[in-house]
């Protein structure tokens, strides 16, 4: 063994390296990347959608945009003196709020992102309405012929057990009151909502309570002629003549089917993208413990295909209700990232922290309307969306550390990214199935290298290369 060959292989045995390859697949992934521009305005969406281009993203997700409730005498903090969750507070189903802007503005947002090739998606919300039902419009009312007819039959009555699906998809959730979402009244008024949100350049919805909106097989509310929701909303069948205004295959749709037990998840992915959950706290796991084997990142923790999730390191609720995710740095988050972009599967999306936000200080300038911090167009955030687009029809392959604190993820034979979970800069030696030669870091312009089927490196505390020849 030459004394070259020998320092590999005792470099091998000190690391103690070993690969830990998910599936090889062939089928291409997608080159779609989602940034949730969190309570952002339609304006100031508009003045950065240049930079969320460059960055990589492909889709822009907005905040609801439906007529809200106007608590805190119209205060626009986050949190305070008025709240972000106002705009999950339906009063009305009709474009425009006091929080985020006018149809006028929204339109013209959406006009602009279409010329440039990025989606507008739009968060929305028929599951339920305005905890304080004296601020409901009259228009609603009348639309669905009194208030009446507006909720399901246990529609007041507060959800008790999650796991019994006629409470969760007809009951009170949060005091938020139940919408009969199977009225056809309601139908017909809601979806003159989502084709005028269509009509103004949205291409596609994220659906807020998904789960909470029963499938067609499952019980039935006593107000409820049939469970025919998400046919509907759809366009798989009209109501009272009107039908969905644009081709479902043509618009990207994703719902918020939280995973727990008891959640037919198969019937929902009929229907739509659902998000992966509990890959996301699987995946904060790992990264808050510095350590791979924290979790299975292999599995997808999920009954659906992996081409059909939506993943994430947080979201907003798991940054905003409890801050579950709140505490962890910008730095880990960012790795996080890296990861989820650099897979073959799921759609990513990027959660748009606030404006001046720190550990401390988790609301930031506490400004609804306000862009988010930097962190979306952070130089290795555009760097791991380049990377993805560049590599979509590439198959992947994961290897981690025997001690956790790397991980690579391959994507063909040309391209990979190197994750350093550890605290401390460490030298490695991990094989790879990539080429041999020298790799180059997006960011840093670093050179790696690879010889004899192994990655060598001293790799920076807590830091992502995104290496191509």
């Not at 992915?269 to 808050?288: C, H, K, P, Q």
């Not at 029809?393 to 550390?401: G, H, L």
Request: hydrophobic share 35%.
């Amino acid at each position: 063994m030459s004394r070259k060959v020998k320092f590999f292989a005792l470099a091998f045995m000190a690391m103690c390296m070993s690969a830990a390859a998910a599936q090889n697949t062939s089928a291409a992934g997608n080159n779609e990347i989602i940034l949730h521009a969190w309570a952002w305005s339609f304006n100031t969406i508009s003045e950065h959608l240049q930079e969320i281009k460059d960055a990589g993203f492909t889709i822009v997700q907005t905040s609801p945009i439906n007529e809200c409730y106007v608590g805190d005498n119209g205060g626009r903090q986050l949190f305070g003196n008025g709240k972000w969750y106002y705009h999950y507070q339906p009063t009305d189903w009709t474009i425009g709020n006091y929080q985020l802007g006018t149809r006028d503005e929204f339109k013209a947002m959406c006009a602009k992102a279409n010329a440039l090739g990025v989606r507008v998606i739009v968060d929305v919300l028929p599951n339920h309405t305005v905890i304080d039902r004296t601020h409901i419009n009259a228009r609603l009312d009348s639309a669905v012929n009194g208030r009446e007819n507006l909720f399901h039959a246990n529609g007041l009555w507060p959800i008790a057990d999650y796991s019994d699906r006629y409470q969760c998809t007809t009951g009170e959730m949060g005091k938020l009151p139940d919408v009969n979402t199977e009225n056809p009244d309601f139908q017909y008024y809601y979806l003159q909502y989502v084709n005028d949100v269509l009509a103004c350049g949205a291409r596609g919805f994220r659906y807020d309570t998904a789960k909470h909106i029963g499938l067609p097989n499952e019980p039935r509310d006593p107000k409820s002629p049939e469970n025919d929701f998400w046919d509907v909303a759809m366009g798989r069948k009209a109501v009272k003549g009107l039908r969905l205004s644009v081709p479902r295959d043509e618009l990207f749709i994703y719902g918020e089917v939280l995973q727990d037990r008891n959640v037919p998840e198969q019937g929902y992915a009929e229907y739509m993208d659902l998000t992966a959950s509990n890959y996301g706290w699987v995946l904060r796991n790992v990264l808050n413990n510095h350590d791979a084997k924290a979790g299975d990142l292999l599995s997808w923790h999920h009954s659906v295909d992996p081409a059909h999730l939506v993943t994430w390191v947080e979201s907003h609720d798991t940054y905003c209700n409890a801050h579950e995710s709140a505490g962890m740095s910008d730095e880990l988050v960012r790795l996080g990232w890296v990861f989820l972009t650099a897979r073959q599967q799921g759609t990513p999306l990027f959660y748009s922290r606030p404006h001046g936000s720190t550990r401390e200080n988790y609301w930031g300038d506490n400004e609804i309307g306000k862009v988010g911090n930097d962190e979306f167009k952070h130089p290795v955030v555009r760097a791991a969306g380049e990377f993805r687009h560049a590599n979509a029809a590439q198959p992947e392959n994961i290897i981690i550390s025997d001690n956790g604190k790397q991980i690579i993820v391959e994507r063909g034979k040309r391209a990979a990214v190197v994750i350093n979970l550890d605290e401390q800069a460490t030298t490695v030696a991990i094989p790879v199935t990539v080429e041999n030669g020298k790799y180059r870091d997006a960011v840093t312009r670093n050179v790696l290298q690879v010889k004899k089927g192994i990655l060598t490196a001293t790799l920076a505390p807590t830091t992502a290369y995104i290496l191509s020849k």
